[in-house]
């Protein structure tokens, strides 16, 4: 019975010291390979944020890695391996989600010796134009500039590049920033923190500029609030989060602003 006994109180000190080591870490799901937002060498303006916010709580990060695709949520957040997910639409329905800390929008992304100073998704010079476009998959669900082009009828001139891409190369959903600077499409429509990280990084200047003129597309949406989302219930968690971003505001701005990050002001009614 004594080794019964020692194995009991093994096993008490183990979950204590674990239950210890959760207590003083802000667990993150965050995937490993997606700059600007967060990579396995914390270089991501996430993993900064998240050490921003871990300091501000008096804990330590911790991470557990997943590729930000299909099941991520479910993976991480849900099974219960990690407490917070830096970076979600706000009020993301799969989560319950903090303030917003950021909104910002698809944009158009050419090389600045091309001068292409497009704007609007009905800019008819866009028909002569060749345009990369990021593509979600082949069930229908794509990026808004990509299913307002085909609203449009503007097609034969789109190049898919697939969001997700090849997960052995770093941070895959750069391959179409990349293909502007080399000039293999004239312009591109893409996600704005992302085309504004490529842009500060590129060795060929690039011009960025927030898509405009999207009323007629009133079903899809072109910004996006960007919150943090912890599980659904997890009410004290949420407040403490919530009560950091509304007192580092202006430091979590200028962190955005120096990864690029396009911020734009919440669309009027």
Not at 64 to 93: E, S
Not at 167 to 187: H, M, T
């Amino acid at each position: 019975m004594k080794w019964a006994a020692g194995l009991l109180c093994l096993a008490v000190a183990v979950c204590a010291g674990l239950e210890g080591a959760r207590a003083d870490s802000l667990r993150v799901c965050a995937d490993p390979n997606n700059l600007p937002f967060s990579d396995s060498q914390e270089h991501g303006f996430e993993n900064k944020l998240a050490q921003l916010v871990a300091r501000e709580l008096g804990k330590s990060v911790s991470y557990v890695w997943w590729a930000q695709r299909r099941g991520f949520v479910r993976n991480t957040l849900k099974a219960g391996a990690c407490d917070v997910i830096i970076g979600v639409p706000a009020h993301y329905d799969l989560v319950e989600t903090t303030r917003p800390y950021y909104r910002s929008s698809y944009v158009f992304v050419s090389r600045a010796d091309r001068d292409i100073s497009v704007s609007s998704l009905e800019d008819p010079r866009l028909r002569a134009l060749k345009i990369g476009v990021h593509l979600i998959g082949d069930d229908g669900m794509n990026t808004p500039p990509a299913h307002a082009l085909g609203e449009l009828g503007v097609v034969e001139n789109v190049v898919g590049f697939a969001l997700y891409g090849d997960y052995r190369q770093d941070s895959p959903p750069a391959r179409l920033i990349e293909a502007v600077a080399k000039g293999d499409v004239d312009v591109a429509a893409a996600w704005g923190p992302l085309a504004g990280y490529a842009a500060l990084h590129s060795a060929v200047p690039l011009r960025v500029t927030p898509i405009t003129e999207t009323r007629r597309f009133a079903l899809l949406k072109f910004s996006f609030a960007i919150a943090m989302g912890v599980r659904k219930g997890d009410e004290a968690l949420k407040r403490q989060l919530d009560d950091v971003l509304q007192r580092k505001g202006d430091e979590i701005a200028a962190l955005l602003a120096s990864f690029g990050v396009p911020s734009v002001r919440e669309p009027a009614d």
